[in-house]
């Protein structure tokens, strides 16, 4: 079984910082592209950042360039995404995703559950 488990969401205060994580499990995704997408309510899924296999490209929505960091441990098979100087629109489900290229489009194979973060004003 394939999974991608988020961790991390929550609800914080405009100005904040969250770090999210995304564990894979039933494979190692060797070689694998990641991405991190996010829904707000009433909005389609949008592409935030996502990272290659080796972790040496990273590609940012511009929405968030300069406040997020996306980041890869392929030891631990972990994704992270650093969030910071949040704001009330960052507010959406934030969604995990691999895939065997990196794509900036919501293509991806596979998918996590989503993880809730709220920016509150």
């Known amino acids: 079984q394939v999974q991608l488990v988020e961790s991390g969401g929550g609800l914080v205060q405009a100005g904040s910082s969250l770090r999210l994580s995304c564990a894979a499990s039933?494979?190692?995704?060797?070689?694998?592209?990641r991405g991190w997408f996010r829904q707000a309510p009433g909005k389609e899924r949008e592409f935030v950042a996502a990272?290659?296999?080796?972790?040496?490209?990273?590609y940012y929505a511009d929405s968030v360039k300069g406040r997020f960091t996306i980041s890869r441990d392929n030891a631990k098979n972990t994704v992270y995404l650093q969030m910071n100087t949040l704001k009330p629109e960052d507010t959406a489900v934030y969604y995990c995703?691999?895939?065997?290229?990196?794509?900036?489009?919501?293509?991806?194979?596979?998918w996590g559950q989503g993880t809730q973060v709220t920016v509150s004003s």
């Open positions: 995703a691999a895939h065997y290229t990196v794509l900036t489009t919501a293509d991806y194979d596979y």
């Open positions: 039933g494979r190692a995704f060797s070689g694998y592209a």
């Open positions: 990272i290659n296999w080796r972790g040496g490209n990273t």
